[in-house]
């Protein structure tokens, strides 16, 4: 049987988070009513015309620098011309002939542990769509044109990546580089990331490369996963029959595990691709470019080296908190308010992870604040509350950004550390539980683990178990 | 004499002064609008109660000094390309004959910041794509000299106006000679400045590189007021441009010695008619005579301006004529089959035919595989073009030339040959390419009795010259008003 090596290159799209739009001054916020975030501008009005932002050229440079790409110093704008009721104009206002970054790379971990270089071909910035809103009452269609003008960039690799695993590592290589760089929250379900995958199959140690296609609505990393197999899977079931895989742009249906040609390249729209008139070439000088690369914010790598010598934690914490930014931010922030980055850093990797699972959240989901998570490890530092009354409030911190220290004394939750009232309690125990005594007096040395889960429960959990094991073995010999 | 007679700045005057109020110069207006409207066909809108409405706070704002400006409280008519609030503007298209805008351009803006007064939106070629208004799907406007004859275009409503005496003055747009030409052939002067002057914010574009907005009034004078008046850096335009030296006013001077001008050869060659050669040539005498040194020189590429321009502007405007498809303002056909159908249906009927050639001369010079040779070949000459007057410029302070080859045409003999309307910009063609500053201004009649322009185009930003070899020249004539006008 025939080997096939599949070839993948990915177009990616990534919402900015600059505050308005890119070429009028309407907010970019998600949501608000129908066409509340408008103007003569992003509306395509006659007569309105683009001035673009100065915060998107920021972030598409860099995106870029974070890239290892070129910066094109002088760049320009150009109209992408389709006819579509989301798109006001009939035009995007895109890149094509000069786009802001160029032939870029970053390394991505393979499966065994290696590292791989992917090229990035460009990078360029255009302007996203309005949406459409079909009536479910009426035959009509309606336009939002909220998101029209909403700034993004359109990052296109190199055709480098071999698997499902390798793109995977790469989308998320650059989500967490973008997020560290603060321009995109880079969400795929939100559709601030969109990943576009065009592959192709060649029969393994052959050069030339297959016809690709490009399959579009890709909006999980496991949708990304499963498209990626399932397409592979086609193409090589068309090339072992004898046919031919066509050149088209089809779309992804996760929930059927298959996708349906949408366009063949025959019938490929001509976008007539011309220079924007309306706005002059960007000219990005060495001085901005400079203060840009000054401005560069600490990136994963750096901060994982930093978090190994600054704060003194091991590799794996510092790999699990770097491998998002707004873990790291929580993670800097509260220890430096307690100066306790192990115990941070183990809230953090245990606690939180598991919340976030047992919730399916994303870490940028989380609400609670450093500050309450600080005085949380200052309770446990105190011993004023023991570990699981810990967990416990922590839950509370999670859900709700409650005050640890008002909740604890609020709920009566302090550890009792009052030597005489835990010793009355332990001889109680001691009393009512004669054969776990006897047990531990035969060597059964265990049995006094149920011992102090018995005081812990007489307790309501608020004892300090140091000071329980402490008594109960003093009383026991 | 009538106060439509008068040049807008001896209007600003006289209601200055108290002599007549901003209401007795709109009554005036709105009188001579009614009396010509129906032979000249100027305007698409008149806004008589807004106008009138508008009069009286502008008169109350004179008085108590909120305006001052030479142009408080005159009457001005504006090209219907320009936005203005609340106001119908339609680029003389059916698809944009229901079209509101919510905002108003920033030429307009500045007009009414200074205290003027619009009257209402006047005629040009659909979408300003014409030379002879004839396009407009409002009807065609007559050249007041001659109502057998077309005024020009694109600008012919705004030009026909001013010569009409149905304005003081008007606003036009010159996207490759539409308000010089029509001000040649209607007997009044017109100015396209530098490109990048005059926000475009506002403008419905045609083709958004060459587009620039200009006056249109009686003389020098009141073109060098009005563009000091709206030329102004603005934010919303980018490629409007930070001026210092807009204070067009300092240069009407009577002066042009040792200015030297040169006369293109290659201008004065076949095709110029000539009777419009000597009227030209005899004002190249005239300023010779006050001390202007003139020269012939070649200016070249001459032939290689109209493919050019053909193919940038068109390109541009298919595209920004895109947005014009029946889905959010503006006509929609009534009966449609989803939406290709709709689209197709709604251009199709709301678009007239020199539009729609421009279109598809646009969409193919685009398309993949003719790009290069086509819209990149364009590009490429437009910037050898541009070389060629720098090069000129380098060796005198303005061109002289003819505004058009030949004096207004008889109504319905241009739109029959549509590369003979071509070849009619061939003068003023090239302005635009290189995005230089022109003025066009009388300078006599031929033996039909139609007007004969003469055009100075000067470099970039040096609007200030040519406004004083025109204003020096304007001195040894007398303004002529139109038979019409003068009530013939």
């Known amino acids: 049987m025939k080997q096939f090596e599949t070839v993948i290159g990915l177009e990616v799209h990534v919402e900015l988070a600059t505050k308005t739009k890119i070429f009028c001054s309407c907010s970019t916020e998600f949501g608000g009513e129908p066409n509340s975030h408008t103007c003569p501008v992003c509306t395509g009005m006659p007569g309105s015309l683009p001035v673009l932002n100065k915060q998107v050229v920021e972030y598409a440079i860099a995106v870029g620098l974070a890239t290892n790409c070129k910066i094109t110093q002088n760049c320009k704008f150009d109209r992408k011309n389709y006819f579509y009721p989301d798109n006001p104009q009939n035009y995007q206002i895109s890149q094509l002939y000069l786009p802001i970054c160029r032939d870029g790379w970053i390394e991505v971990e393979t499966e065994d542990g290696g590292k791989k270089k992917v090229g990035i071909h460009e990078i360029h910035m255009e302007e996203d769509a309005g949406k459409l809103i079909h009536d479910e009452w009426g035959e009509n269609s309606l336009v939002d044109f909220n998101r029209s003008g909403v700034p993004l960039i359109e990052i296109v690799s190199e055709p480098d990546m071999r698997s499902a695993d390798e793109v995977i590592a790469y989308l998320e290589k650059l989500r967490l580089m973008i997020q560290y760089l603060g321009a995109s929250d880079c969400k795929l379900q939100e559709g601030s990331m969109r990943a576009d995958v065009n592959l192709s199959v060649r029969e393994a140690g052959t050069e030339e490369f297959g016809t690709r296609t490009e399959m579009k ?13 399932g397409e592979r899977e086609r193409q090589i079931d068309l090339i072992e029959a004898g046919e ?5 742009t089809r779309r992804w249906d996760d929930a059927k595990e298959y996708s349906y040609a949408m366009r063949s390249k025959e019938d490929a729209q001509d976008y007539r691709y011309f220079p924007e008139p309306d706005l002059v070439p960007v000219i990005i000088s060495d001085e901005w470019l400079q203060e840009i690369k000054s401005r560069q914010p600490e990136l994963r790598t750096e901060k994982l080296e930093r978090y190994k010598k600054e704060f003194q934690i091991p590799e794996y914490d510092a790999n699990i908190i770097t491998s998002n930014k707004r873990l790291a931010d929580i993670f800097e922030e509260t220890t430096a308010i307690c100066k306790n980055p192990k115990k941070v850093s183990n809230w953090l990797m245990v606690e939180t992870m598991r919340l976030l699972k047992e919730h399916e959240m994303e870490p940028e989901q989380i609400t609670f604040s450093p500050e309450n998570l600080a005085k949380l490890i200052q309770l446990t530092d105190d011993r004023a509350i023991n570990s699981s009354v810990a967990k416990e409030v922590f839950e509370k911190i999670f859900a709700e950004d409650i005050d640890p220290e008002a909740y604890v004394e609020e709920n009566g939750l302090k550890t009792v550390s009052d030597d005489g009232a835990l010793r009355s ?11 776990s005594v006897e047990d531990y007096h035969n060597g059964k040395k265990k049995a006094i683990g ?6 812990m429960k007489a307790m309501q959990g608020k004892a300090d178990p140091a000071m329980v094991n402490q008594i109960l073995a003093e009383l026991l010999n | 004499m009538s106060l439509m007679g008068l040049t807008a700045v001896s209007l600003g005057k006289k209601i200055k002064a108290g002599e007549v109020s901003a209401i007795e110069a709109v009554q005036e207006a709105l009188a001579s609008i009614h009396e010509k409207e129906d032979v000249v066909n100027s305007f698409v809108t008149v806004e008589e109660e807004r106008a009138l409405k508008r009069a009286k706070e502008v008169q109350k704002g004179i008085e108590d000094g909120t305006y001052t400006g030479a142009l408080a409280g005159v009457p001005v008519a504006i090209k219907d390309n320009m936005c203005t609030k609340g106001v119908l503007t339609t680029c003389s298209s059916k698809i944009l004959e229901n079209y509101i805008p919510a905002f108003s351009s920033e030429a307009v803006l500045r007009l009414e910041k200074a205290g003027a007064i619009i009257l209402g939106k006047t005629n040009m070629d659909e979408f300003a794509m014409g030379s002879t208004t004839e396009t407009s799907a409002f009807g065609t406007t007559k050249n007041p000299w001659n109502i057998g004859h077309v005024p020009g275009g694109s600008s012919g409503g705004s030009c026909a106006a001013v010569a009409a ?4 003055y008007a606003l036009g747009s010159d996207t ?18 530098t490109y990048g002057t005059v926000s475009r914010y506002g403008l419905i574009a045609y083709g958004s590189s060459l587009d620039q907005i200009g006056p249109v009034a009686k003389d020098v004078t009141d073109c060098a007021v009005i563009l000091e008046t709206i030329a102004a850096h603005d934010k919303k335009d980018s490629t409007s441009v930070e001026r210092k030296d807009c204070d067009f006013t300092s240069a009407l001077k009577d002066d042009v010695k040792g200015m030297k001008i040169g006369i293109p050869r290659d201008y004065f060659g076949d095709g110029l008619d000539a009777e419009v050669r000597e009227k030209v040539m005899d004002a190249a005498k005239t300023l010779e005579a006050k001390g202007a040194v003139v020269e012939e020189f070649d200016l070249s590429l001459v032939e290689y301006a109209i493919p050019a321009y053909y193919v940038i502007a068109c390109a541009e405007a298919s595209s920004n004529l895109a947005r014009f498809d029946g889905v959010k303002y503006g006509f929609r056909t009534d009966e449609y089959d989803g939406l290709h159908n709709m689209y197709k249906k709604t251009r199709s009927e709301g678009f ?10 646009g969409s193919f010079v685009l398309s993949s595989g003719y790009y290069d040779a086509y819209y990149l070949k364009a590009l490429r000459t437009k910037a050898l073009i541009k070389q060629a007057f720098d090069k000129a410029f380098s060796q005198y302070d303005m061109i002289l030339a003819p505004a058009a080859p030949t004096t207004a045409p008889r109504l319905g003999d241009s739109l029959n040959d549509p590369i003979k309307m071509y070849l009619g910009d061939i003068y003023t063609i090239s302005v635009n390419l290189a995005g230089l500053p022109g003025i066009s201004l009388p300078c006599g009649k031929d033996s039909k009795g139609l007007p004969i322009g003469l055009q100075l185009i000067g470099n970039c930003f040096e609007e200030k010259k040519i406004i004083q070899a025109a204003y020096a020249f304007e001195l040894t004539r007398e303004y002529e008003h139109c038979p019409l006008a003068a009530g013939k």
């Open chain 1, 217 to 229: 609505n890709l909006n999980s990393f496991k949708a990304i996963r499963r498209a990626i197999e």
């Open chain 1, 244 to 248: 031919k895989v066509v050149q088209e």
């Open chain 2, 165 to 168: 005496e149905e304005c003081s």
């Open chain 1, 425 to 435: 309690t332990i001889e109680k125990v001691i009393a009512d539980n004669p054969q």
């Open chain 1, 450 to 455: 149920f011992l102090v889960g018995q005081t």
């Open chain 2, 176 to 193: 490759g000679g539409s308000i010089r030409q029509p001000s040649s052939f209607c007997g009044v002067t017109g100015m396209k400045p």
């Open chain 2, 352 to 361: 007239g035919a020199e539009v729609k050639r421009r279109i598809m001369l």
